[in-house]
């Protein structure tokens, strides 16, 4: 199985710029890197997802190292509504469709 | 747009009891997906269906069983519970193809099982 791993938490201040690792180094060529957040009591949510190239997009950057073993999501501006869980997830390797979520970051946002 | 639905919201059960959860997807999507999350841990796979059939399972016994209907809701039912199924379940829809488009989740069902 494809795997990947983060740091289990994170602090941040209001409005400083966070980065949030994850290094996948079984990733396969066609697996995309996708990242959600799950805030308490809510399924997680959507951030961004991308191949080989950086990703942009309203809630966050998503950088990718050039040997795709590891990327990083950046939330430019961390705001109280962002502390949250973080999940690097990948597709499975072995074809089915199943999406396999690690442990996380969760991702703590001071004042 | 509404967003993926389930129902129950909340659920208590008994051990050997069986349980169905629903789940209505996003208009338009194909693929229906559903994840076990137990507390303190990332959501486990469970099944995945697209186009009413399954695509994927996850290593979850046979009690475990779920299904997908012609307007692609779902059912995920579990059969002589376990005090260990407690547990939030997760349904997400996606649009199926490709492969790789966003997974959107529901907020559970929150099962116990006493």
């Known amino acids: 199985d494809a795997k990947t791993t983060q740091p289990n938490s994170m602090e941040s201040n209001e409005e400083e710029p966070v980065h949030l690792p994850c290094n996948h180094s079984?990733?396969?060529?066609?697996?995309?890197i996708h990242w959600y957040r799950q805030l308490p009591s809510q399924g997680p949510e959507y951030v961004i997802h991308g191949l080989t190239s950086n990703v942009n997009n309203r809630m966050a950057s998503l950088a990718i190292a050039e040997d795709r073993k590891s990327s990083t999501l950046i939330l430019h501006r961390a705001t109280l509504r962002d502390a949250a869980v973080y999940y690097c997830?990948?597709?499975?390797?072995?074809?089915?469709?199943?999406?396999?979520f690690g442990t996380g970051t969760r991702l703590k946002v001071l004042a | 747009d509404a967003g993926v639905t389930q129902s129950p919201t909340h659920l208590i059960k008994t051990r050997g009891q069986q349980v169905t959860l629903r789940c209505s997807p996003i208009s338009g999507h194909k693929s229906v997906s559903w994840y076990q999350q137990v507390l303190g841990q990332g959501p486990q796979f469970i099944f995945q269906y697209y186009e009413k059939e399954e695509r994927g399972r996850g290593n979850f016994p046979d009690r475990f069983s779920a299904r997908q209907f012609p307007n692609y809701s779902s059912e995920l039912n579990v059969n002589a519970l376990l005090l260990g199924d407690s547990a939030l379940y997760l349904c997400a829809s996606s649009l199926g193809e490709p492969y790789n488009s966003p997974l959107h989740f529901g907020n559970g069902t929150r099962l116990t099982v006493t």
């Open positions: 079984t990733i396969s060529g066609t697996d995309y």
């Open positions: 997830i990948l597709r499975d390797v072995d074809g089915t469709y199943k999406y396999i």
